[in-house]
């Protein structure tokens, strides 16, 4: 069933009565600082430590959205290491063509997102010259071995690097997540930049967040709802 963004606000004020002050006040703490203007997209990641500490961070950052691409690895998360982190994330997941790459990068242009590819061979831009400003961007990282697939360097915008001065080449992709979102969401927050959730975008998480925070939340909602 479709609800108004009446019912729904009616409906958030009315799960208001079924859970603790502090809770509450954490969920809006939380979804104040949520942000859609920046998104995470993860080719082929397959070690689950690493695959859950991006998770992590993307929570820690206030990003709400992951783009999962599985071309020819799954995609998993250790439940030790992503602290119950991606139930509060909203994550997709391209996997049903031959060209899942394809698929996701058209799906985010589409939505009005700049594709970022992060890759050490590739200079353009480093992290701290990244313009924040000039839009939506989805920062997409690649498989721990060989990094991102050609097809998604061929078909990116623009490209990231974090510069490094060691016999390493590059960082581990977790590192390298949790470095790129705390930098650019911290320059996000002290920009002129609306990156905040839009009105309606608000009730629905909202929402979605009271659903799974509540006992017996679904059966609560339905009383409600023929109640009203």
Known sequence: MSLSLEQKYALISHFCNFISEKRLELLKHVLDHRTRYAT???????????????????DCFGVQDVHIIENTNRFNVNPKVVMGASKWLTVSKYNRHDHNTLTAI?????????????????????LQDFDVEKGKFALLFGTELTGLSQVALDNADEYLMIPTYGFSESLNISVSAALCLQNLTDRLRSSPVSYKLAEEERANLFLEWLRKSIKSSRAIEKRFLEMS
């Open 40 to 58: 995470v997209v993860l080719e082929d990641i397959f070690q689950s430590q690493n695959a859950s500490a991006v998770l992590r961070s993307c």
């Open 106 to 126: 058209k799906a985010l242009r589409q939505n009005g997102y700049r594709i970022v590819a992060t890759s050490p061979h590739t200079y353009v831009t480093t």
